[in-house]
């Protein structure tokens, strides 16, 4: 957009450069320059008009185009997103209701159903509104002052249980304290998603996670032994609803919205994130974040 606006800057000088500079030839040699000349002088300056007009509106337009197309897609994946919980909620309902006389009891099994795509859908609604959220502007952040270290542990602590029901190792270093400013929820957030990420595609070996405290950032470092990304996939990972045929399977209950929501709260910190990945062997994330 800065781009644009220096392009147009520069257009609109220039159209009143040539306009003053044919105003100022007319006022000194009006009466030695004909009509024919000064028609044809100001046809031309009104042509180089239109035709820089036209072009700087076709850039101009571009990024709009974009913008709407990236927002059609946007509303099309959320409602094929949105979709399947819904169907299977009515499929669900539908087999309860058939059954008027039957006891809660007995149809409890189609009643968890609903409660798990509901939940399903109530985190996935919630991901959209961040995401929209975010691409309006809105200010989403809360910030204040506090320790990282002991927020990543406070993530990772509910994680043991489920990584030793895995058969997994969980390895927490999380080095000297940290004071980090910033959001701590969505830090947290941040940390939680890569985290579920590596316990989902992990099906043995260890999860680490690291804390490093350099001179002018501080380094998080999710790794695990799991199955790893496929190089083809690897520039689309951070696409929101993009998610790899291999991993829709293992991880049923996802969006492909996690790891964009993740890279979004990064980037508000001022900071980054990182993926290495060997197939078969595991992945890294890393997240950079300025002191």
């Known amino acids: 957009m800065k781009n644009i606006r220096r392009r147009f800057i520069f257009f609109n000088i220039l ?3 040539s306009v003053g500079a044919i105003a100022l030839l007319f006022m000194q040699h009006g009466s030695h320059i004909s009509t024919g000349r000064m028609i044809l002088a100001v046809g031309v300056v009104l042509l180089a008009v239109y035709i820089g007009s036209l072009l700087l509106s076709k850039i101009a337009i571009r990024p709009i185009q974009k913008a709407w197309q990236k927002q059609l897609d946007f509303m099309a994946d959320a409602s094929h997103e949105l979709r399947t919980p819904i169907t299977i909620i009515q499929t669900n309902l539908d087999l309860v209701m058939d059954e008027g006389e039957a006891t809660v009891e007995s149809q409890m099994k189609w009643l968890k159903n609903i409660e798990a795509e509901s939940k399903r859908m109530a985190k996935l609604v919630e991901d959209l509104l961040t995401l929209s959220r975010a691409d309006a502007g809105e200010p989403t952040l809360e ?6 270290d002991e927020a990543i542990l406070e993530v ?6 489920k990584v030793i029901e895995k058969g997994l190792e969980l390895n927490l270093d999380l080095g000297e304290k940290v004071n980090f400013y910033g959001d701590r929820k969505r830090i947290e957030q941040a940390c939680l998603i890569l985290l579920d990420n590596a316990l989902s595609y ?3 070996g260890q999860i680490n996670v690291h804390l490093n405290k350099g001179d002018k950032n501080i ?3 999710i790794k695990d032994t799991g199955h790893g990304i496929e190089d083809e996939h690897m520039g689309k990972i951070f696409d929101r609803f993009y998610r790899v045929s291999k991993t829709k399977q293992l991880h049923q209950d996802g969006s492909g919205l996690g790891l964009s929501i993740a890279k979004w709260i990064v980037e508000e910190h001022g900071g980054q994130i990182n993926v290495t990945s060997t197939l078969g062997e595991g992945t890294t994330f890393t997240i950079h974040l300025p002191l």
């Open 156 to 161: 990772a602590t509910p994680f043991e249980a």
């Open 15 to 17: 159209v009143i450069a």
């Open 219 to 221: 380094f998080i470092t």
């Open 143 to 148: 910030k204040e002052s506090f320790m990282l």
């Open 202 to 204: 992990t099906d043995s």
